[in-house]
């Protein structure tokens, strides 16, 4: 199975760059990176060290509804590449482990799902919530604070 990741869309990370509100309708805040965990949601690379980045709610579904968790993610302030989607993201490297949940095609959970684990067997936990019928794409989540790293898709 060929894996594909999928960041930000460029849509959003722009309309956000240029004042637009976060999911709460706020601005987002402006920080300068001190190059310690501080992963962009749309290239997901690291920002470095004196870099501006922004901090804001995100909320990685097409509509509000009971299972669409909004939560803190950073991005570059100024624009960056997109993410390359056929290759394991920078962000996804640099913890010991991740939280992976598969998610239905109506965007809603599916049980027995979700768990954390290692960065080593990412991809292979990945690959198996998706060669089930019932997941259509995989959310990655740090494992420390839940927040929302990207998602998975089967390619």
């Given at each position: 199975?060929?894996?594909?990741?999928?960041?930000?869309?460029e849509m959003d990370?722009?309309?956000?760059?240029?004042?637009?509100?976060?999911?709460?309708?706020?601005?987002?805040?402006?920080?300068?990176?001190?190059?310690?965990?501080?992963?962009?949601?749309?290239?997901?690379?690291?920002?470095e060290e004196g870099?501006?980045?922004?901090?804001?709610?995100?909320?990685?579904?097409?509509?509000?509804?009971?299972?669409a968790e909004t939560?803190?993610?950073?991005?570059?302030?100024?624009?960056?590449?997109?993410?390359?989607?056929?290759?394991?993201?920078?962000?996804?490297?640099?913890?010991?482990?991740?939280?992976?949940?598969?998610?239905?095609?109506?965007?809603?959970?599916?049980?027995?799902?979700?768990?954390?684990?290692?960065?080593?067997?990412?991809?292979?936990?990945?690959?198996?919530?998706?060669?089930?019928?019932?997941?259509?794409?995989?959310?990655?989540?740090?494992?420390?604070?839940?927040?929302?790293?990207?998602?998975?898709?089967?390619?």
């Open positions: 199975m060929t894996l594909r990741y999928v960041a930000m869309p990370a722009e309309r956000l760059r240029q004042g637009g509100g976060d999911a709460f309708g706020n601005l987002p805040e402006r920080r300068v990176s001190d190059g310690d965990g501080v992963p962009c949601r749309h290239c997901l690379r690291n920002v870099e501006a980045y922004l901090i804001l709610a995100y909320r990685p579904f097409s509509s509000a509804q009971p299972y939560g803190p993610i950073f991005m570059h302030a100024d624009a960056c590449p997109a993410a390359d989607r056929s290759l394991l993201p920078p962000i996804l490297t640099s913890s010991r482990d991740y939280l992976l949940r598969g998610y239905s095609a109506d965007e809603r959970i599916v049980y027995g799902t979700g768990g954390v684990v290692p960065a080593e067997n990412l991809e292979q936990r990945a690959e198996e919530l998706l060669a089930r019928p019932d997941v259509a794409y995989v959310h990655v989540r740090s494992a420390k604070y839940n927040c929302y790293q990207c998602r998975i898709e089967a390619a």
